[in-house]
């Protein structure tokens, strides 16, 4: 067996239940119960009426935008700062993306800009929250409200985030979470949606469970009833449906991450605190702006590097300097998602040609976005323990030191 690197990781319950799966009946949610407990955890922790698990960040966002009514041609408004998954996600729902322009200092999306993209087509909002840090809900819940569109929150990167007090998660129509690999709670893949809308949440079950009509908001086992069940003329299927269907074995770890989910956020803020420390010994690293009133979970820690401009070392001689020095690896922002090959060079068109003979994008867009995606650096907050944070935050003190004296 290989060594684990990473032991405290799954310090919780993750191995228990891992091997009460094992020995369970069911290995799917369509029988067991792992799912559902981790449904019912997640929802009453978020104080929230509905949750659906799902396998993945992206399937839930998919099936959120169908369950809001988003169809071919719509137009679905997402920030020019983020990951693939919410541009993917809507031309899955065979609708058109639109890019809204971020503010420089909070790399959220620009609720004025949002104001501005919004038309006739538009049939979705999807906010996210990146790094860990929510966007200026209230203008952004207002346009939408005033203009009946729905709003979906991407809080992949952000839990127990809050804004102005609020818990993310609850403010928008539908909200939609990660449990990949890096993110807060993680059981390898997996994701989770939570509304208080009956008919939405019941909708995404159904979009994630192959449209199974036995499926409800707060039920996703589809063999309640064995006889009618296995009768040959039973009809099944209502809705077009996918299978996103999260395995047993992920929501049991899902679940044990859950129970500590307080203390692996405040590892994260306390670890990124800890790296904002190290940073005020610069005036070249400007870490992501936290207006009053919000807390950010800090997937991970966003900074602007001014380095060219105030030391003239390069974002990438910078970034060698730190791992050389014993520093992890920083990772930068991704691509504004347009100028992904994907996007700019139209392969997407192929999903649904008709829709988008017309739609092609370049670079100019979001130019708040194009202009600070290139200096951002993504520092690692995901430390175990908070004295490997401040090892590596002595580290960056250590080549900010010798950047200076040079
Ligand atoms: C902001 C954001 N949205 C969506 C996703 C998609 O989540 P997943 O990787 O679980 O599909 C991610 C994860 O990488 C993300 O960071």
């Known amino acids: 067996m290989a060594e684990i690197s990473n032991p405290s990781k799954y310090l919780g319950n993750e191995l228990n239940y891992l091997q009460k799966v094992l020995e369970g009946e069911s290995w799917s949610s369509t029988g067991g119960s792992w799912t559902i407990s981790l ?26 935008l169908e369950a809001v009514g988003v169809g071919p041609g719509d137009e679905v408004i997402s920030p020019a700062i983020t990951v693939i998954m919410d541009t993917t996600a809507t031309i899955h729902a065979n609708a058109v993306p639109v890019y809204a322009d971020v503010k420089p200092k909070t790399f959220t999306m620009d609720p004025d800009d949002v104001a501005r993209k919004i038309t006739s087509k538009t049939k979705a909002i999807i906010t996210v929250s990146i790094y860990g840090l929510s966007p200026d809900m209230d203008p952004i ?37 990660s449990f990949e690999n890096t993110k807060h709670i993680s059981c390898g893949e997996g994701g989770l949606i939570v509304s208080n809308n009956e008919a939405i949440a019941e909708m995404c079950r159904k979009i994630g469970g192959h449209g199974f009509k036995n ?17 040959p003329n039973y009809k099944r299927h209502d809705v077009l449906g996918w299978n996103y269907r999260l395995a047993e074995f992920n929501a049991a770890v899902a679940l044990a991450q859950l129970e500590r989910v307080d203390e692996l956020v405040d590892l994260r803020i306390k670890s990124a605190n800890i790296l904002i420390d190290a940073m005020k010994t610069c005036d070249y690293l400007i870490p992501q702006e936290l207006p009053d009133g919000y807390v950010n979970s800090f997937y991970t820690l966003g900074a602007v590097y001014e380095g060219v401009s105030s030391i003239g070392v390069s974002w990438e001689d910078f970034r060698k300097a730190y791992i050389e020095a014993g520093g992890d690896g920083i990772y930068g922002a991704w691509s504004v998602p347009y100028l992904e090959p994907m996007v700019a060079n139209r392969q997407f ?53 010798k950047f200076a004296s040079q």
């Not at 203009?147 to 939609?176: C, F």
């Not at 409800?216 to 086992?221: C, I, P, Q, S, V």
Request: glycine share 6%; net charge positive; proline share 3%.
């Open 39 to 64: 449904e019912q955890a997640f929802a009453k922790k978020f104080g929230m009426k509905h949750a659906v698990a799902f396998n993945s960040g992206t399937s839930t966002l998919h099936a959120a």
């Open 141 to 177: 819940l207002a346009v939408a409200k005033k203009h009946g569109i729905p709003v979906i929150e991407d809080n992949a990167q952000a839990v127990l985030s809050y804004y102005k007090g609020r818990l993310l998660g609850t403010l928008g129509d539908v909200a939609s979470f």
């Open 215 to 231: 499926l409800k908001a707060d039920e996703g086992r589809i063999r309640l009833t064995q006889d009618v069940f296995q009768n």
């Open 349 to 401: 068109a192929k999903r649904c040609p008709w829709v988008y003979e017309k739609i092609s994008y370049s670079a100019g867009l979001c130019p708040v976005a194009e202009q600070i995606q290139p200096k951002i650096m993504q520092f690692k907050t995901n430390y175990r323990d908070v004295t490997l944070a401040e090892k590596k935050a002595d580290i960056l003190r250590t080549v900010i030191k």
